[in-house]
């Protein structure tokens, strides 16, 4: 079915929702870097290794409930679940203004990572549920899209709030939005167009049989442990375990970093933080886009950004610290095309597996990227402590960059073929 005949008020309707809900969970995770560079860690007289410990510990949170999470908004209802995960994660993204005891911290900052670990599977299942083939990589850019859209305010607000409040009233105040929004969730959202009473019959029909048909091309998986032992799903487990090393070490530190390469403010660090995200915001668009009109080409979007990526965080090891202007507008290009290829890559999942075990499997390899995210934002945060300047970390995140090209090459794909059909469970792929 031609997805153009498909009803655009999906888009209108549910493409919002999932971007402010994704917003908000991003900006609960991100802001640490601010705190820390506002004085977090000289306030609770912390260690390199203890702060950098802290802000990695939302990773390994982060990490334990992906999987379950994909399998109860698959079976059950990923409304349900973000509309809970919403309403903790905005009371531990608060208290991290309000604890001052570094073991509570700890722990909190914990539960915060196994809280909104269950966020991002579930929207990716709930997404798979209401756009096409087609249309995922578009959908799940917008979703993504949260990541450096929020990052640009957020660095911006999040400066001032440090410099009016202090920075334990930043956590606090950009804690509250998740538990409004999380009413404004329960009462638009629906999990299945068959439950959504803004589309005719006649367009449910439509949707439902698009989304069917599309699943008659795939080889049946029995069950999950067959989906996690394929081929594409290991490498690409891997392969998002090193891109997260760069991408949490450079959204953590950026702050960081700008403020002890520049010497400027906390606010002047806040809008040169924005900076990168607005790159990241467009090319996301742009190459979603493009995936979704050449979906054969997904990989290539993907090794291409992120070898990109890798080269500008080389070059900026190179310059060293005696030339910001240079290497400010190298981080600027590291983190756009980092960003770039968020959406092509979710998209790769659901065209080689069914439903029933797709959405599992992209819980598996994002919970691999909350590891590498952790291994990222530790080594990155001990690293700039420990040397006084972040020139090491740019080589470790484009080492990190250049391994994950190189695992997203191995992934085989079939040339020409607009959708992938086949695999061998048993490890062999034929895509």
């Keep these: 079915m031609n997805n153009n005949s498909l009803p655009a008020s999906r888009w209108v309707r ?39 410990l802290l802000a990695a510990l939302f990773f390994l949170g982060y990490f334990f409930f992906q999987v379950p999470g994909a399998h109860y908004a698959k079976k059950y209802s990923a409304k349900k679940l973000i509309f809970w995960a919403l309403i903790l994660w905005g009371i531990f993204a608060s208290l991290q203004g309000v604890v001052t005891n570094l073991p509570l911290l700890f722990v909190d900052r914990f539960l915060l990572g196994v ?132 991408v949490y070490g450079f959204v953590l530190w950026l702050p960081s970093m700008i403020k002890t390469a520049s010497h400027v403010g906390i606010v002047s660090t806040g809008w040169l933080s924005s900076i990168p995200y607005l790159g990241a915001a467009i090319l996301m668009i742009i190459t979603s886009f493009l995936s979704d009109r050449q979906p054969s080409m997904r990989k290539t979007y993907v090794w291409v950004s992120l070898s990109i990526g890798a080269v500008a965080f080389y070059l900026s090891y190179l310059l060293g610290s005696g030339h910001f202007v240079l290497s400010f507008v190298l981080l600027v290009i590291a983190g756009a095309t980092m960003y770039a290829p968020y959406g092509p890559f979710f998209a790769i999942v659901p065209d080689i597996l069914p439903s029933s075990v797709a959405g599992v499997a992209m819980a598996l390899i994002n919970s691999m990227g909350a590891l590498g995210s952790f291994v990222g934002s530790y080594f990155v945060g001990y690293m700039n402590s420990v040397t006084g300047s972040p020139n090491a970390s740019y080589m470790f995140m484009s080492l990190s960059l250049i391994v994950s090209v190189v695992l997203t090459i191995s992934v085989r794909t079939r040339r020409g073929s607009t959708t992938p059909r086949q695999h061998d469970l048993e490890g062999k792929t034929i895509l």
């Design 14 to 52: 549910l493409i919002p929702i999932v971007f402010i809900t994704y917003s908000l969970a991003y900006l609960d995770r991100s802001n640490y870097g601010f705190g820390a560079a506002a004085g977090l860690k000289q306030a609770l007289h912390m260690t390199a290794a203890s702060s950098s």
């Design 115 to 246: 809280v909104e670990s269950v966020v991002m599977p579930a929207m990716l299942v709930f997404i798979s549920q209401w756009f096409t083939s087609r249309e995922r990589s578009r959908a799940n850019t917008f979703l993504i899209l949260g990541n450096p859209i929020t990052v640009l305010w957020m660095s911006v607000i999040s400066g001032y709030l440090v410099q009016w409040f202090h920075w334990q009233g930043m956590f606090i105040i950009e804690g509250i939005p998740s538990l409004i929004w999380a009413f404004i969730w329960w009462v638009v959202v629906k999990d299945k167009p068959d439950q959504a009473n803004w589309l005719s019959d006649d367009d449910k029909r439509a949707v439902n049989a698009a989304l069917i048909a599309e699943q008659q091309g795939l080889v049946e998986v029995k069950n999950y442990r067959e989906a996690f032992r394929s081929r594409p799903v290991v490498l690409l487990s891997l392969q998002y375990f090193f891109w997260s090393i760069g």
